[in-house]
């Protein structure tokens, strides 16, 4: 699933191609993908112009010149693919990234001015495109309710009110409750911990102040790199000679790699399931709590 990081990647990779281009069709060939009425979709979308690129947690803006915007939802597979005369491709990391288009997966695309074309692509189905006045998104519910934006301005005080909300729970559970902090899925939850060397069934009230500061930054560490690297585009997801990369070799340090050795002590991974979530750790840097 596309937590913050992927999101933020596509943002990144289409905010300079995008932006300033008209929108001239809309094709929709999975109607529950695309949650708006056909007459809204001539009056605000066709003719329009590409205005900005937003993203909040793991939701997608695309604001129009109408003073609409379409905002997209990723889901589990959602991919997001521009083929024209500049070729990109972010999300879900599969072939689409490289397959002739539209393919099965192909639920909408918008026909831009120059022919190029912007494919929402979703095997499975559970991601949605929604066009809604650009001034009542952050009305909606889910957008309202989200905690601070990891990597936007100083989240650490609130993201601590948060949590201590959450003493109950495991520190696990706690950062993946998207009121806690915006945007943190199951890779980067596991990666945060790891980083902060904190056990993920340690329960939110044994922990200090400062041991939750770790785990934001750690967070915040692990999200930066992937960034950096590239994210789950199209640039890692074919290597140099033609054959196929993982983009989470480029800055996982637990997620998926259990069997392997931590890179920080040497000891064998363990997988383990906290939070009905299979959890990544390292059971000598993390150290479980004394209550368990
Ligand atoms: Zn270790």
């Known amino acids: ?4 990081p992927e999101v933020e990647t596509i943002r990144r990779g289409l905010e300079p191609i995008l932006v300033g281009r008209q929108i001239m069709d809309v094709v929709i060939s999975n109607e529950k993908s695309f949650h708006g009425s056909s007459e809204d979709i001539k009056q605000f979308i066709v003719g329009s112009t590409i205005k900005n690129i937003r993203r909040r947690a793991k939701v997608l803006m695309i604001d129009l010149s109408t003073d609409y915007s379409l905002v997209l939802h990723l889901k589990m597979t959602g991919q997001i693919i521009l083929r024209g005369a500049e070729n990109w491709a972010g999300g879900h990391p599969n072939e689409s990234f490289v397959d002739d288009l539209p393919n ?62 959450r003493n109950n729970t495991t520190i696990k559970a706690a950062i993946l409750d998207q009121s806690v902090v915006a945007g943190i899925g199951n890779i980067y ?29 750690g967070a915040i560490t692990a999200m930066t790199t992937s960034i950096e690297s590239g994210g789950s585009s199209m640039q890692n997801y074919v290597k140099a ?11 996982v340090n637990v997620f998926r790699r259990e069997g392997l050795a931590c890179p920080r002590c040497g000891t064998i991974i363990e997988k383990i399931r906290v939070a009905g979530r299979g959890t990544h750790i390292c059971p000598v840097c993390q150290q479980p709590p004394k209550s368990l």
Request: hydrophobic share 40%; charged share 30%.
């Open 1 to 4: 699933m596309p937590e913050l």
């Open 104 to 165: 099965t997966s192909t639920r909408v695309y918008f026909v831009l001015d120059d022919g190029a074309k912007l494919f929402f692509n979703d095997q499975r189905k559970f991601g949605w495109i929604k066009l809604l006045p650009t001034i009542t998104i952050d009305e909606l519910e889910f957008i309202s309710k989200l905690g601070p934006e990891p990597l936007i301005g100083h989240p650490a005080k609130e993201f601590l009110t948060r949590v201590r909300r």
């Open 189 to 217: 939850a596991d990666e945060a911990l790891w980083l902060a060397k904190i056990h993920p069934e340690t329960r939110v009230r044994d922990l200090t102040d400062s041991q939750l500061a770790s785990i934001l930054k």
């Open 241 to 251: 000679d033609g054959s196929r990369g993982n983009y989470l070799d480029l800055f």
